[in-house]
T-cell receptor
Framework: DAGVIQSPRHEVTEMGQEVTLRCKPI?????LFWYRQTMMRGLELLIY????????DSGMPEDRFSAKMPNASFSTLKIQPSEPRDSAVYFC????????????FGPGTRLLVL | GQNIDQPTEMTATEGAIVQINCTYQ??????LFWYQQHAGEAPTFLSY????GLEEKGRFSSFLSRSKGYSYLLLKELQMKDSASYLC???????????FGTGTRLKVLA
């Protein structure tokens, strides 16, 4: 299996622009997670889905952030409008439904908002 | 809620043994996880403890004491490639999400 796939790998944008991050989970995994990692705050869970349904979005920082999972093989995280404080590495991870013991992380998207 | 504490940085010598501690406060959890993250890369799974005791996987072992809210990751025969951040995470009861600690940055010196 190719593992979790994320795109783009790097994104540089200007404040106020819309940013869309994409994720393809491992085939057959029922859970998908979006994380944000910064030096100051470490790895934070933003939202997670089970069978394409959002289960917990308590980590989404504010209304500028939204996430969707239209089908089992694709999810997006959108920031609109983006701000410099959104600069971080955004990871997508997936896990199977058998207890969710292990999460498999994608390579991440490194976002820089100028 | 959950509160997870790990040392920020540790340094050790190639060939040595190092123990990375993790303490947590949580009302209940499914299990405790350790992940390794090299600079600029994604976290990768190392170990999982759900019951008290020691889990051994080659050079790496992880220990859990639920009553004490304590875990450690033990790395033996350290190699230069073990220089990385080590993240402790708990999965709260009734969920599939992880709460991560801020990680311990380990430097292995020749």
């Amino acid at each position: 299996d190719a593992g979790v796939i994320q795109s783009p790998r790097h994104e540089v944008t200007e404040m106020g622009q819309e940013v869309t991050l994409r994720c393809k989970p491992i085939s057959g995994h029922d859970y998908l997670f979006w994380y944000r990692q910064t030096m100051m705050r470490g790895l934070e869970l933003l939202i997670y889905f089970n069978n394409n349904v959002p289960i917990d979005d308590s980590g989404m920082p504010e209304d500028r952030f939204s996430a969707k999972m239209p089908n089992a093989s694709f999810s997006t995280l959108k920031i609109q409008p983006s701000e410099p404080r959104d600069s971080a590495v955004y990871f997508c991870a997936s896990s199977p439904s058998t207890g969710g013991e292990t999460q498999y992380f994608g390579p991440g998207t490194r976002l820089l908002v100028l | 809620g959950q509160n997870i504490d790990q040392p920020t940085e540790m340094t050790a010598t190639e060939g040595a043994i190092v123990q990375i501690n993790c303490t947590y406060q949580t009302s209940g959890f499914n299990g405790l996880f350790w992940y390794q993250q090299h600079a600029g890369e994604a976290p990768t799974f190392l170990s999982y403890n759900v019951l008290d005791g020691l889990e051994e996987k080659g050079r790496f072992s992880s220990f859990l004491s639920r009553s004490k809210g304590y875990s450690y990751l033990l790395l033996k025969e350290l190699q230069m490639k073990d220089s990385a951040s080590y993240l402790c995470a708990v999965s709260p009861t009734g969920t599939y999400k992880y709460i991560f600690g801020t990680g311990t940055r380990l430097k292995v010196l020749a």
